[in-house]
Nanobody
């Protein structure tokens, strides 16, 4: 199983980035797919998730600014990030889970079986 992220970088506040995560080695559509992030000195937190039924959930701080999507034909997960803020600065990770993610569990890093290496996002003011 392999997850490979790309698309991170440095932008100014208000800018946009699109992260991509290409998966291989498992049946992509049978897993819940998520983006999590970790800022220096902070715990890893859930940003957004797509559940097996296609429904999506976002952490409150990114609602209305970020959009998670996936292309099952390409085994690729995306995170479109707009109106970026300095507090969005973090290492962003793609992750896959074969668990049943109930309620707020989707944001718990320990619910995920597979991880990418991460891609850095830096937003300057």
């Amino acid at each position: 199983v392999r997850l490979v992220e790309s698309g991170g970088g440095s932008v100014q506040s208000g800018g946009s980035l699109r992260l991509s995560c290409t998966a291989s080695g498992y049946t992509f559509s049978s897993y819940c797919m998520a983006w999590l992030r970790q800022a220096p000195g902070k715990e890893r937190e859930g940003v957004a998730v797509i559940l097996r039924d296609g429904s999506t959930t976002y952490t409150d701080s990114v609602k209305g600014r970020f959009t998670i999507s996936q292309d099952n034909a390409k085994n690729t997960l995306y995170l479109q990030m707009s109106s970026l803020k300095p507090e969005d600065t973090a290492m962003y990770y793609c992750a896959a889970s074969d668990h049943v993610l109930l309620g707020a569990n989707w944001g718990n890093q320990y619910e995920y079986n597979y991880w990418g290496q991460g891609t850095q996002v830096a937003v300057s003011s």
